[in-house]
């Protein structure tokens, strides 16, 4: 992040051909920006400085269309015409701002007041330049609004990154994510704090310029929504409208500008061993189907086989009701014993939570009683019922101290008594039905969810917190939503990680390996490549065994060969090799609040190729991975410039080319080594073992 530069004061001067409005220039402030107004737009004109690109950004003043550009190249332009820059919805009719009717520059702000296309209805907007970004705020005067929105043409930035999770017509985030995201359609009409998707309101694009939109409300998101080429940025109230866009160089740049923001990991919530090794989780290998007498048998065939894991984790449907944060007797008739023997294994023991509470639990009423539930948004006097995929439950409040500190005794009690090590906290910690309370807002119930699970151990399994400072900085693994266990979702796995850690969520690990989503079990080649693929991320989350699962669907028992415990166990060991390095990337990235999984033009932004590339990631500066993501035996590799070690083929290449055809037969993994970067020793020895 660039220091920010406050202007602190103005002048007027006159220029050939327009009225220049400038800052006189200090030694502290740098460069100071100016305004111009020629025949078509106003301008606010920002040097070029040690620090920062400089920048132009034009407002026209037949339709207010806000124009930026770097070096004399467009490198954001919002949309004119019948569309519109600023864009709101008054009576339920969409209307857009149009000509500028006055302008002022005070104070280091340009204000804008427009005529819009609703009759007795202004606009004004107000630009604050800084050296590498421009804060921007607007809003309707003359008629009630109910929505904003800003909106830009795609095309006019080159591709654009960032998001999350993607809710898409292709059906993501489950089997699709679309990288670059205007190669797909993005369309979430509920994109906010209270989504279960990782989502941050944070864009940035390969001409190097970034969006972030300042709001703890919920926004309708599109994407190429209809194969328009728009991106439409609507917050879902008609107060103020108020977002950033950055000016850099470079995608990292921006990426560092937001984190800037927001703030980096303060400390890694997994440790080394989590980093190393696999957690075992149950939910894809028995979905609900699970018992005492198969959990163990998962644990003990894991251990026979060889196959390295730090946690077996029991998942969903271990209480006896929702809530009660008690063991069923029926199929859990000796937890205690199931938990030592577990332990006597090697691996330690979690098990599955929510904070949602079900009708039919005791706990549910007694938290009734005591006002421990949240509100229903509609009647208040009421408590909230939301509808999920195991029935009806209320939720916990967190934000009663009485509450939160009920339901986390439950947890403690329930370690002790069961000798369990930590938890996979599932579900949302707030639900939009809901009435948020004592004067909090829907955002303030992440950090109140990242706070609570911060207590505990959460052995890998991570967590889904977003959109507030506390998620970012908290430094939790973040897991992703449920995958398929076809080839779209290993690809999914891999696009998806890539916007999660570029959104500032470094420590990322896939959906359980061979996806779950209660289909069939994932093929052979699917499980062995998808291990091989999350063996060079920096942690692994598996569930479907490659010794035996079950088949969700028909209810058979299906057994895996030799080959699959051989492949997924060399891919472990593989991840094990690496976790020295890992371990490395992880400390560098609590320094700098860099991602440890990126894409390629992070680290190469000249070489236009990598813009485009969804199969490839590096990990950390010295590891380029490009494993086999499809059912094919090759694939092509791009390798931007820098001296390569080819670690399949015990080989030295040359940068800045394409390997066309290169051989992945089911053994092998393609990966490169950077020998000029950090690290290149330790990944060296890890990798050409």
Not at 393 to 407: E, F, M, Q, R, T
Not at 415 to 425: C, W
Not at 528 to 550: E, F, G, H, K, N
């Amino acid at each position: 992040m660039r220091s920010p530069r406050p202007w602190i004061s103005w002048c007027t001067a006159v220029s050939t051909g327009a009225l220049m409005l400038a800052v006189p220039t200090t030694a502290e402030a740098g460069p100071a920006p100016a305004v111009t107004e020629a025949a078509h737009a106003v301008e606010v004109h920002v040097p070029r400085s040690a620090t920062a690109p400089g920048y132009t950004v034009s407002v026209a003043k037949d339709d207010l269309r806000i124009t930026t550009s770097r070096a004399g190249r467009t490198v954001l332009r919002g949309s004119g015409g019948d569309t519109g820059t600023l864009r709101f919805a008054a009576g339920g009719t969409w209307q857009h701002a149009t000509k500028v009717t006055g302008w002022s520059w005070r104070e280091g702000t340009l204000r804008i007041t427009a005529a819009t296309t609703a009759p007795g209805t202004t606009a004004e907007l107000r630009l604050t330049p800084d050296a590498d970004r421009y804060a921007l705020a607007w809003d309707v005067r003359g008629a009630t609004a109910e929505r904003l929105g800003l909106t830009y043409d795609l095309g006019s930035a080159g591709h654009w990154y960032g998001h999350g999770e993607t809710a898409t017509p292709q059906g993501g985030p489950g089997v699709d994510q679309p990288w670059p995201l205007e190669r797909g359609t993005v369309r979430d009409k509920a994109f906010g704090p209270a989504s279960y998707a990782m989502i941050d309101p944070f864009w940035y694009t390969s001409s190097a310029v970034g969006l972030w939109v300042d709001t703890g409300e919920v926004m309708d998101v599109g994407l190429n929504d209809g194969g328009d080429g728009l991106g439409r940025f609507v917050v879902q109230h008609g107060g103020t409208y108020r977002a950033t866009v950055f000016v850099e160089d470079t995608p990292l740049e921006v990426y560092r500008d937001y984190v800037g923001i927001v703030g980096k990991p303060a400390k890694s919530d997994s440790t080394y061993r989590q980093f190393s090794e696999p957690l075992w989780n149950s939910w894809a290998q028995f979905y609900t189907k699970v018992d005492q007498a198969k959990l163990l048998d998962y644990a003990e065939k894991l251990r026979a086989n060889g196959e390295p894991g730090h946690t077996i984790q029991l998942d969903d449907k271990w209480e006896s009701h929702y809530g009660n944060l008690t063991f069923d007797a029926k199929t859990f008739p000796d937890p205690k014993a199931m938990s030592d023997r577990i332990h006597d294994l090697g691996f330690d023991f979690g098990v599955w939570v929510t904070l949602w509470v079900n009708l039919d639990s005791a706990n549910y009423q007694y938290a009734v009683d005591h006002g421990y539930l949240l509100a229903d948004r509609a009647d208040p006097a009421k408590p909230c019922r939301v509808t999920w995929w195991n029935g009806e439950a209320g939720i916990i409040d967190l934000a009663n101290p009485a509450a939160k500190s009920w339901y986390e005794n439950n947890l403690r009690q329930l370690m002790a008594k069961y000798r369990i090590d930590g938890f996979k906290f599932d579900t949302r910690f707030f639900d939009d039905r809901c009435a948020p309370s004592g004067g909090k807002q829907r955002s303030d119930y992440q950090r109140l969810g990242a706070e609570m699970a911060d207590q505990f151990d959460l052995q890998g399994a991570g967590i889904r917190v977003h959109w507030t400072p506390e998620a970012h900085r908290s430094g939790m693994t973040i897991r992703q939503e449920d995958k398929g266990t076809g080839w779209n979702s290993v690809k999914a796995s891999v696009t998806q990680n890539l916007a999660i850690s570029t959104v500032g969520y470094p420590f990322v690990e896939t959906d359980m390996i061979g996806g779950s989503l209660s289909d069939p079990p994932p093929s052979k080649e699917v499980l062995i490549r998808w291990a091989q693929s999350a063996a060079l991320m920096p942690l692994m989350y598996s569930s479907t065994s490659p010794v035996d699962t079950w088949d969700v669907t028909t209810g058979k028992h299906v057994v895996y060969d030799q080959e699959t415990i051989d492949r997924y166990r060399a891919a472990v060991k593989t991840h094990q090799r690496l976790a020295p390095y890992l371990w490395d990337q992880v400390q560098s990235t609590l320094k700098t609040g860099d991602p440890i999984m990126r894409p390629l033009f992070f680290d190469f932004p000249e070489d236009q190729r990598t813009y485009t590339v969804d199969d490839e990631w590096m990990l950390g500066p010295a590891v380029l991975a490009a494993p086999q993501l499809t059912a094919g035996t090759s694939r092509d590799v791009v390798l931007p410039r820098g001296l390569w070690f080819d670690v399949t083929k015990k080989r030295i290449v040359g940068g800045g080319t394409t390997l066309t055809g290169y051989a992945t037969p089911l053994g092998v993994t393609p990966a490169f080594v950077n020998l000029l970067a950090p690290g290149a020793d330790k990944a060296l020895r890890a990798l050409s073992t």
